[in-house]
């Protein structure tokens, strides 16, 4: 081999190695991962939103018409929730009561977002984009993201609520499950909450599971795989979850 010809083919594979190093860093270059989340810009917050572990992003198929918001009965305009939904980057806007001539028809699909809501990461996340928008101050955030949870929360939301809105928490309560594969265990939620957005609109339905039993924790440590079921109208939601994944700069994170 002549000395160009050894100098070229060397070059390449100095090449070829830098480019693979710089995709798996690249790889592995989450946010949640390599960020203080004082550092976390809304590009970083999107990314947590939608393509990390503690977000699943699926479809069902919609059998239904929207419900027109002046036809919900006013018990149905939802009375509480335990807290104001911080406004999302990357979460389903709500259509609930559209108007326009194309909403009367169903759609073939509708997008559903579903979170693992009492992860640190995503309530920092969803505390930490009201901040960057003067919503909240930083000492707020702090308080909001390490605020103990007692239960587990899933959380979905979808541009069109009005499968919730038609059914109350306690239907879902009786049609939803967080099923654990190595033990087999399946947990029924202890309660439902609907939550609704600053102007009255309903955008998340939180279910609520227990964190232990009188066997001990509901998710053990090696746990690989959890999945979440509900029935929403004709359609069965599931989505899977998996522990191991769910780690931050702390540790597992649930």
Known sequence: MTPTLRNSTRSAGLLLLAFLCATFVSADNKPWKTKAYQQWND???????????????????????????????????????????????????????ASSRESEQPAQELNVSVYWDSSRVIRTASARQRSLHGEMTDSQVEEYAIAPQEEYQIAVSMADMTPFIKNDESFFQANSSLEIRRTKLKLLPSHVVYLKDSGGNLKQAVFFFPKKTSSGPTIVSDETDVEFRC???????????????????????L
């Open 43 to 97: 590009k970083d917050i999107q990314t947590i939103m939608t393509e990390s572990p503690w977000v699943k992003l699926t479809t069902i198929r919609r059998t239904w018409l929207p419900v027109p918001k002046t036809e919900i009965p006013p018990q149905q305009q939802i009375s509480g929730g335990i807290r104001e939904l911080p406004s999302v980057v990357g979460a389903p806007a709500s259509n609930t009561g």
């Open 231 to 253: 029935k929403i109208a004709d359609s069965n939601l599931r989505v899977g979850f998996k522990p191991q994944e769910m780690t931050d700069q702390a540790g597992t994170d």
